[in-house]
């Protein structure tokens, strides 16, 4: 059975991993990616956004939090996956590539809504100083294209796999069947 795909899946993860891994890198370049730092300038709209989400910011570096690198080294595995799924679909055809487009979007979805989990139940402890405007362009807008496409890439590859699923187990009942006449 040949990969089933879809341009808008793998047009999103190919789009996407220059961001991921600029935005990694950023986390793990502080504090020389940072306002003042040497390496500011290949950052330079983090100067703003460093003060909109102080996950980004000073504060989480002087207090030596450990999520937004965590969270960094995660998008870098699923933009790996993200980036193997492309292959395995248009490259090598390899029918588990839907499995691995899977599961790299559902990571991204779980850790995004984990992300917005956290701000939540900490109060908006490091968004909350923002005005509704500048929350919404900045921070939910940007930040809710990572929970609505892969949402989407989750739905789109899982029911690919149900089918798959689906035929495998029609194709070996009908098998069974065949082999009991004979």
């Not at 991993?17 to 950023?26: L, M």
């Not at 500011?40 to 909109?52: A, K, R, T």
């Not at 390899?94 to 984990?114: C, D, E, N, R």
Request: overall charge positive; hydrophobic content about 45%; aromatic content about 16%.
């Amino acid at each position: 059975m040949a990969v089933k795909t879809h341009t808008w899946v793998s047009l999103w993860f190919l789009l996407t991993a220059p961001v991921i891994v600029w935005d990694a890198f950023y986390c793990f370049m502080r504090p020389r990616s940072m306002i003042g730092g040497d390496l500011h300038w290949i950052w330079e709209p983090y100067g703003l956004y460093q003060n909109i989400d102080y996950v980004y910011g000073v504060e989480a570096l002087q207090r030596n939090d450990g999520f937004p690198n965590a969270q960094s080294f995660m998008n870098i595995i699923e933009t790996l996956l993200n980036l193997t799924y492309v292959y395995l679909t248009h490259v090598s055809g390899t029918t588990v590539a839907p499995l691995i487009g899977f599961a790299a979007a559902t990571m991204t979805l779980s850790k995004t809504v984990l992300y917005w989990a956290q701000e939540f139940y900490c109060g908006w402890c490091a968004t909350g100083h923002n005005d509704f405007k500048t929350l919404l362009v900045y921070w939910l807008l940007p930040n809710g294209l990572w929970i609505v496409f892969p949402s989407l890439i989750v739905y789109t590859l899982g029911k690919d796999i149900a089918t798959t699923l689906g035929a495998s187990r029609q194709r070996a009942a009908t098998k069974a069947a065949m082999g009991k006449k004979n």
